[in-house]
């Protein structure tokens, strides 16, 4: 889907060896591919594996400007235990947080395996001095965070000033230690595949442990056809790298049924070795009930009243 010019303007001879090529994305094609993924039906054993899987991959988020610390020990306890009434429901992945709400994270989740993300870098604007972003994602580690969700510039990326994003991301990097990083794209307000495919290959290309699509903050965030284009700029890198990178959709994805879409096309474009929560995360605020509840209607044959589970 992705022929093969040469790199954009704006990059430095620095970067170059460093990334696959930039290629120009065939939006006929990426829409009908996405389209043809969503529409694979699976059956009963492998709905029940997928939907397990999607809780598993969840990143169990709250970003408000009301969150307090006892919202967030409401969100730790059902992160570790989701179905209160099923233990063999697993686990989700992590909790997502504000820097400042960081050590009330860290706290509740301890002795589980949830780990505890934070946004930082100016989120969701990503419109800050370079040194006041990496001297917040220093914070938020000393803190206590395992993952750092850092915001592209923008503004730099749509002027033409790659460099600066990726020197950006590269100081970002360092500062994690040995946190991980998931790069938020905010594809909405990049325009074009190009500029996702672009902006994904520069993120990696700068140390990237995770791309991921959106803040959560505007719509238009998560669709199938942009994961698509950057699963498909990870495979790239993989391919000429042998370098794993993974990849979160966030924003919209509400319903199990579009959470097993996601899934079947990580499988058809990554394979196998990308079906775990190393590799793959799935951004929710809506989708762990639904998820949940069509976990109980496999098993039992009975639908749930959403009332049932408690309200993230």
């Known amino acids: 889907m992705a022929k093969a010019p040469a790199l954009p303007t704006g990059f430095e001879l620095p970067l170059e060896p460093r990334l696959p090529r930039i290629g120009s994305v065939d939006q006929v094609a990426v829409e009908e591919r996405a389209a043809s993924l969503a529409r694979r039906s699976i059956k009963k054993d492998a709905k029940i594996f997928a939907l397990d899987l999607a809780v598993r991959m969840m990143d ?74 990496v001297a917040e994602v220093r914070e938020v580690v000393e803190m206590g ?47 074009t595949y190009d500029n996702v495919r672009r902006a994904s290959l520069l993120s990696m290309a700068a140390g990237a442990d995770f791309i991921k699509t959106s803040t959560g903050k505007l719509p238009g965030a998560a669709t199938l056809p942009v994961t698509l284009v950057m699963l498909e700029a990870i495979r790239d890198v993989h391919d000429e790298t042998g370098r794993k990178v993974g990849m979160k959709p966030a924003g919209g994805i509400r319903q199990s049924k579009q959470a097993v879409q996601y899934l079947v096309q990580l499988y058809e474009t990554l394979g196998a070795e990308w079906l775990t929560p190393d590799l793959y995360r799935l951004g929710a605020s809506t989708l762990l009930n639904d998820v949940l509840m069509q976990i109980r209607k496999e098993k039992t044959g009975r639908y749930q009243s959403p009332d049932y589970f408690t309200v993230d």
């Open 60 to 133: 169990l988020t709250t970003l408000e400007g009301q969150d307090t610390p006892g919202k967030i020990a409401a969100l730790a306890s059902k992160a570790i235990r989701p179905d209160p009434a099923d233990t063999s429901v697993p686990s989700v992945a992590a909790i997502c947080v504000y820097p400042n709400l960081v050590p009330a994270a860290v706290e509740r989740v301890r002795g589980s395996s949830v780990k505890v993300a934070s946004v930082a870098t100016a989120f969701p604007s990503g419109q800050a001095p370079t040194h006041l972003k």
């Open 145 to 191: 965070a395992d993952e750092v969700d850092m915001v592209i510039d923008r503004g730099a990326f749509l002027s033409g000033r790659y460099a600066k994003v990726y020197d950006e991301i590269v100081q970002v990097k360092e500062a994690c230690g040995e946190a991980h990083l998931k790069v938020i794209l905010e594809v909405s307000e990049l325009g």
